[in-house]
T-cell receptor, first 111, second 114 residues
Framework: GDSVTQMEGPVTLSEEAFLTINCTYT??????LFWYVQYPGEGLQLLLK?????DKGSNKGFEATYRKETTSFHLEKGSVQVSDSAVYFC??????????FGTGTRLTIIP | ETGVTQTPRHLVMGMTNKKSLKCEQH?????MYWYKQSAKKPLELMFV???????ENNSVPSRFSPECPNSSHLFLHLHTLQPEDSALYLC?????????????FGSGTRLTVV
């Protein structure tokens, strides 16, 4: 079945550092890929998405590229801010009405 | 306002109580979902409704009972819960049949069973 594997957290970085959160997936078809973010006390918000190979999703300075050859969708940001502290979830959608999530990676940015 | 509204935000209930969680969306979506988020565990998909029909029930105990009276409203009826059911319950909605749309989530109901 479908699965998503994210790097183990927690991740702690200093402000303005470069961020990478790794995500790899297993799917039988050609999934759409997503990154969601969850701020403390809130639900999940869609951060970015990519629907086919080599697509790049981007939002709020975050980027991720759909790599079919490595089945990866790593999240990157060039310069993180304290306000980026949250839990980040990688997810895929391979069939209708089903979204498979990774376990989440907690990110803490220190000033 | 996220477009998906969940009430209440917080709920404390005894094991013998009966309560209901409510979810409402004003996005024109026609698929709705209940997820359970527990500490140190992956998000668990509980129920899926597409076009007001339940299409998935992931072996959820019968003490959880969903109801979807129309495409804008989703309920989760709770009765005789256990302490291990304490968690954040998230509702989401999407456009049915569109795998590339992603979901819109509510802010969740933090449930504590005492």
């Amino acid at each position: 079945g479908d699965s998503v594997t994210q790097m183990e957290g927690p991740v702690t970085l200093s402000e303005e550092a470069f961020l990478t959160i790794n995500c790899t997936y297993t799917a039988t078809g050609y999934p759409s890929l997503f990154w969601y973010v969850q701020y403390p006390g809130e639900g999940l918000q869609l951060l970015l998405k990519a629907t086919k190979a080599d697509d790049k999703g981007s939002n709020k300075g975050f980027e991720a590229t759909y790599r079919k050859e490595t089945t990866s969708f790593h999240l990157e940001k060039g310069s993180v801010q304290v306000s980026d502290s949250a839990v980040y979830f990688c997810a895929l959608s391979d069939t209708r009405e089903k979204l498979t999530f990774g376990t989440g990676t907690r990110l803490t940015i220190i000033p | 306002e996220t477009g998906v509204t969940q009430t209440p935000r917080h709920l404390v209930m005894g094991m013998t109580n009966k309560k209901s969680l409510k979810c409402e969306q004003h996005l024109g979506h026609n698929a709705m979902y209940w997820y359970k988020q527990s500490a140190k565990k992956p998000l668990e998909l509980m129920f899926v409704y597409s076009l007001e029909e339940r299409v998935e029930n992931n072996s959820v105990p019968s003490r959880f009972s969903p109801e979807c009276p129309n495409s804008s409203h989703l309920f989760l009826h709770l009765h005789t819960l256990q302490p291990e059911d304490s968690a954040l319950y998230l509702c989401a909605s999407s456009q049915a049949g569109g795998r590339s749309y992603g979901y819109t989530f509510g802010s969740g109901t933090r449930l504590t069973v005492v």
